[in-house]
């Protein structure tokens, strides 16, 4: 990273100059010059770091500890979610899991049933994490009923992303209440109030309409399963819920044991606590939930140990592109971070002398585009803002409103920058340019509906 002792020397004008530049020759490499999207990312962000003047011994750190710290997230959940895909797909789960779905919904239906399960997975686990194990739920009913991989995978990726913006316990959501001093429990309520009609529309809708108009074949990102694709024995559709929601147990024993030693119900320090935490840590949990899966549906199937072993080795292979570009992306948001161009558009905008809850979308939006990371440009607008909230003597609902505001413009135009965008855009087996047209649209679409909602609250709160 940067000295302490540097400090960026150039105005809010030139380094948004300079990150427009740097997002318009990344996207002309990828899409004209066909540039390999991890190249470019680390070319981009290299030439980005030396642009703004990010001193020139520090360039190498800036760009590794970005990369790292991304892949300290993502790469522990990508991998351990595909093996635990891989389980579930050649053991027959996923079709049984698809059959069972589009039986009780219909098949006009099935990707309803896929967003409204998607939500309920997504309200204690991280998107990222939530979206991979949902993978091979989405492929297999895609392959049944056919049709672009987008009409299903789109509905669960966007439920997923609403719940991880919107409603506490993740860590966005969870801090800027802490910061802005809202009520956790109503921001709670009032987020599912804005997390639902939100999906159904900017998710749900959009994501049939997508699927229409971008016909994409599913991916074969968790491997062929053309050698296994009748198992002898199947597992029923208890265990495979069983399998798919213990982590999310896991993660929500964590969760409430943090909620639990927050409110001095629980000792924090008890070691039982500290244990029942660890253990319910998403890697962790998705980590029991790969070893009772490789059990459940390998072993006590009939498959020894080898196979088994090649099983969870062939899951690893296709993510590894994912889990590189991901990183890469991480990479070139850190640079963007490290030179500046943040903290000069906080200044920037501090100013405008706009009501609270419409600056603090804006400063959120603005952030979101220049550096990627939601949970960042939230946390950041939050305690930017936290001055003038404290001062404007806002009820309980109101308060919870400027939350939900703030988190509405942490989600909007996901694009170059954001690791998400190229989480989605790998694992649905799309370029750069349809991942613009598509999760881009949504992810805006999100954060426009979102903070219609929220100015509603505030205004009657």
Known sequence: MPPEDWEQTLGAGPLLGIAAAAIALLLFLIIRLRLHAFLALILVSLVTAFATGVPAGSVVDVLTTGFGTTLGSVALLVGLGAMLGRMVETSGGAKVMADTLVRRFGERRAPLALGVASLIFGFPIFFDAGLVVMLPIVFAVARRLGGSVLTYGLPAAGAFSVMHVFVPPHPGPVAASEL?????????????????????????????????????????????????????????????????????????????????????????????????RAIGSTP??????????????????????????????????????????????????????????????????????????????????????????????????????????????????????????VAAGSVMTSHVNDSGFWLVGRFFGMDVRTTLKTWTVLETLIGLMGFAIALVFFAVG
């Open 180 to 276: 802005l001093g809202a009520n956790p429990g109503l921001v709670v309520l009032l987020g599912l109030v804005v997390a639902i009609p939100t999906w159904y529309v900017t998710s749900y809708l959009f994501g049939l309409w997508a699927g229409r108009r971008w016909v994409l074949p599913v991916p074969e990102l968790l491997g062929k399963t053309s050698d296994e694709e009748h198992p002898d024995r199947p597992p029923s559709f208890g265990t495979v819920l069983g399998v798919l929601l213990l982590p999310l147990l896991l993660i929500f024993v964590n969760t409430g044991l943090d909620t639990l030693g927050s409110a001095g119900v629980v000792d924090e320090d008890a070691t039982w606590v500290q244990v029942a």
């Open 284 to 405: 962790v949990a998705l980590l029991v939930a790969v070893l009772v899966a490789a059990w459940v549906m390998g072993r006590r199937r009939g498959r020894d140990r080898t196979a088994v072993e090649r099983l969870l080795e062939s899951a690893l292979g296709p993510v590894c592109s994912v889990i590189l570009i991901t990183g890469a992306g991480g990479m070139f948001g850190a640079v963007l971070r490290a030179s500046g161009i943040g903290a000069a558009l906080e200044d920037a905008l501090g100013d405008l002398g706009l009501p609270i809850i419409v600056a603090g979308f804006l400063i959120a939006t603005v952030l979101r585009i220049a550096q990627g990371s939601a949970t960042v440009a939230l946390i950041t607008t939050a305690g930017l803002i936290e001055p003038a909230v404290a001062s404007g003597g806002f009820s309980a609902v109101q308060l919870a409103a400027i939350v939900l505001a």
